[in-house]
Structures are given as structure tokens and as C-alpha cells.
């Protein structure tokens, strides 16, 4: 299936919109607010890598943003080496003050492109990718990218996603398109309901959650695991 749109925005265009959104994504109440269940997905994901990892050392975000996945990380595991990874330099100016604050360890900013940052075989323990990999367009760079983060990852080391995600059934993709609609019809009215599908229409491409665990299964991830799904949103990982 071919998912490329050339009407979907740029990474340039991507990378403008958050770079003026810093303050809103430094707080995890605003900042999430069109991510149903965003507080439980970030408790999840990290309690998940802490059991599975509970001595890791060194951590990887993904779309870091402005840094609350990985404090959520070191409120449970102390002294992690966080790498963060990010297109906007607002973001991860703000998230390197804020998470430098919070561990002992040492903190790598990186702005690049997923798809094109390179990261050390067998380094980090936890890797984390939150509302990022739906902007992923052609099916050949999903895969890319999952490949090059399970050799990124130690032996037992994991992987967690919490994300946008769209389902295989036709039927079921409209159910909860619908109810989707609804939750931001009651957050904000029906003009800031079709403001959010505008920009998941323009920017967004993401893939259902069967797709994304075949995939992890694909390039080598030993268990794969859901931990949360509410309607067009999901937790879920795996482990090398």
C-alpha cells in the first residue's frame, strides 16, 4: 500500500509548527489534550521499560519534544544517559534544560530526521517514541526505522510507542474515527474538532497497531506486547 501524499506536509513544514509550540508541549496537561488517555499511556510505556529494564543505563526519545517522556523515565529509573532526538531546536533546547535538571547523567541533543540520524549498535537499554512515528509516509521507511532502533537496542532492551494509530477494518476505522470526533467535538467544539483532522490529514500517516507489531516481529523484537488502546490511540512495544 502506497501511503505517500505529496499534499501531506514537509518536514520543514512539520518542524515550523512545533517550533512554535514549546510551551504548550512543556506541559503534559496541554500538551497532550488532543492524545485520549495521554497521561496513562506516558505512566504505562515507562512503567513497562522499567520492569522489563529495571538496571538500564542509557535511554533514546524519539520525537522527544519538549522532554516529558523522558522525565516520566527518570522518575523511575534515576541517572539515565538520555539521547534526544527531535526535528525542532526549540524542543529540544527545552527538553535538554529540563531533562539535564532531572539526571545525573549525560544528555545528547540530536535535530534530525528519524529516518536519517544513525545511533551506536547495541547501546541503549529503553527506547521511547511518543506521537513521532505517525509521521512516518512510505511503508519502506517504517521498517527503516524500526530495523535501525532494534540494532540500536541492547539485548533485552525495549522499544515503546505510544501513538496515533488507524485500524485495518474499514468499518472499524470509521467507529472510531467517529467517536474520535466526538471526544474533540466535547474538548474544544465542532471547529476545533475539524482544526485537529485538518492537521492529522495534512501531516499525519499512521499505521494500525497489527502493522506496527508484524513489524517489530519482522526485524527481530523477541515479544511484542499492547499495553493501551482507546479508540484511535495505542501504547504498545516490544522487546529485543
Not at 33 to 45: F, G, K, R, S
Not at 105 to 134: K, R, S, W, Y
Not at 223 to 230: A, G, M, R, S, W
Amino acid at each position: 500500500m502506497n501511503h505517500q501524499d505529496n499534499k501531506k506536509s514537509s518536514l520543514d513544514e512539520i518542524r515550523e509548527r512545533f517550533d512554535h509550540d514549546v510551551e504548550r508541549f512543556s506541559n503534559l496537561e496541554t500538551g497532550q489534550q488532543t492524545t485520549i488517555d495521554a497521561p496513562v499511556t506516558l505512566e504505562l510505556t515507562t512503567s513497562a521499560a522499567l520492569f522489563v529494564n529495571p538496571d538500564a543505563k542509557a535511554l533514546l526519545d524519539i520525537g522527544c519534544g519538549a522532554g516529558n517522556y523522558s522525565l516520566k523515565m527518570l522518575e523511575k529509573i534515576p541517572g539515565l544517559d538520555c539521547t534526544l532526538v527531535d526535528l525542532s531546536r526549540p524542543m529540544l533546547d527545552r527538553a535538554k534544560e529540563r531533562v539535564s535538571a532531572a539526571t545525573s547523567g549525560t544528555v545528547e541533543i540530536l535535530q534530525q530526521d528519524i529516518l536519517e540520524a544513525e545511533f551506536p549498535v547495541e547501546h541503549f537499554d529503553i527506547i521511547l517514541a511518543a506521537a513521532v512515528l505517525h509521521h512516518l509516509r512510505e511503508d519502506a521507511d517504517w521498517e527503516r526505522v524500526f530495523s535501525k532502533l532494534y540494532q540500536s537496542l541492547k539485548p533485552g532492551g525495549s522499544f515503546w510507542i505510544s501513538d496515533l494509530i488507524v485500524h485495518d477494518a474499514v468499518h472499524l476505522n470509521q467507529l472510531f474515527t467517529q467517536s474520535y470526533a466526538e471526544y474533540l467535538e466535547e474538548l474544544g467544539g465542532s471547529e476545533y474538532r475539524q482544526k485537529v483532522f485538518d492537521y492529522i490529514e495534512k501531516e499525519d500517516t499512521p499505521r494500525s497497531v497489527n502493522f506496527q507489531l508484524d513489524l517489530m516481529k519482522k526485524v527481530g523484537f523477541r515479544d511484542t506486547e499492547v499495553l493501551h488502546k482507546n479508540g484511535c490511540f495505542a501504547a504498545f512495544g516490544g522487546i529485543k
